[in-house]
């Protein structure tokens, strides 16, 4: 069973780790925590359970990527880094 988002390199994964170490915003860090565990294929529920968030929280990161190649996924909403 595919994940909901599309697989990303290992260089975005990498990338995402190294930006969510310095990151401060809790929404930010949430997202580059989150993209990553579906990425992997993990299910809404195992990524809920352990970054400790509701699921609806990993439906809305997920949100923006239907159909997306793993472009733009350590950007905000919004298009901003």
Known sequence: MDGI???ISRKDR???AK???KC???RLRTRYLTIPNLAEG???AETARALEVNRSTVYRV???FP???GRGADRR???QW
């Open 5 to 7: 988002i599309p697989k």
């Open 14 to 16: 990498q990338r995402m």
């Open 19 to 21: 930006r969510c170490g």
């Open 24 to 26: 401060k915003d809790a």
């Open 42 to 44: 993990r299910s809404v």
């Open 62 to 64: 997920a949100a923006p």
């Open 67 to 69: 159909g997306r190649r």
């Open 77 to 79: 909403p919004g298009g």
